[in-house]
């Protein structure tokens, strides 16, 4: 992975090449970097909930099984 700090007229865009959703934007190149830390940590976040989510999902069949089938 390789990090891209490209500054514009507003400031500086930190983002994740390769990656269309993690980009972050700051006044200085260190804001921006600062809040790609923060949306790489959000993203993290929400994929380990999705990964738990659908660990329950499969022991609940696994379990389960019978009660399901028609």
């Known amino acids: ?3 891209l700090v490209k500054e514009d007229s ?3 865009l930190a983002r994740v090449r390769g990656s269309d ?3 972050a934007y700051g006044l200085t190149r260190e804001q921006a970097l600062d809040e790609l830390s923060g949306v790489i940590d959000m993203t993290m976040d929400f994929h380990l909930e999705q ?3 659908e660990r329950r ?3 609940e069949l696994t379990t389960n099984r019978a ?3 028609v």
């Open 1 to 3: 992975m390789k990090i």
């Open 10 to 12: 507003e400031g500086y």
């Open 21 to 23: 959703n993690l980009f």
């Open 51 to 53: 990964v738990e989510i």
């Open 57 to 59: 999902a499969r022991q």
């Open 67 to 69: 009660a399901y089938a």
